[in-house]
């Protein structure tokens, strides 16, 4: 599992990692109250991809970023 510290970084890698096999990736998001720390992990069984945060900006990064991939996902592009 690779930690990207840098935000455009790690949304062009999460992008390309789905572009190259849409059907088996997926992602998942976790929130650590206790450390006030919000994660977003892409995988695709092959190669894994996670990138966190503590700053509220990058958490509305992550939802427009999560909203374009579902509407990717949910097109029939596929």
Same mark, same amino acid.
């Given at each position: #599992?690779?930690?990207?510290? /840098?935000?455009?970084?790690?949304? %062009?890698? =999460?992008? #390309?990692?789905? &572009? *190259? $096999?849409?059907? /088996?990736?997926?992602?998942? #998001? !976790?929130?650590?109250?206790?450390?006030?720390?919000?994660? +977003? !992990?892409?995988? $695709?069984? !092959?190669?894994? &991809?996670?990138? %966190?945060?503590? +700053?509220?900006? $990058? +958490? *509305?990064?992550?939802? %427009?970023?999560?909203? /374009? &991939?579902?509407?990717? #996902? =949910?097109? $029939?592009? /596929?």
């Amino acid at each position: #599992m690779t930690f990207i510290p /840098n935000w455009e970084e790690f949304e %062009k890698s =999460a992008e #390309m990692l789905y &572009l *190259r $096999d849409p059907v /088996n990736t997926r992602y998942s #998001m !976790k929130y650590s109250h206790s450390k006030g720390v919000f994660s +977003v !992990k892409i995988t $695709d069984n !092959k190669k894994c &991809l996670q990138y %966190k945060t503590e +700053v509220q900006q $990058d +958490v *509305r990064k992550i939802d %427009k970023f999560i909203s /374009n &991939l579902i509407r990717h #996902m =949910a097109s $029939d592009d /596929n």
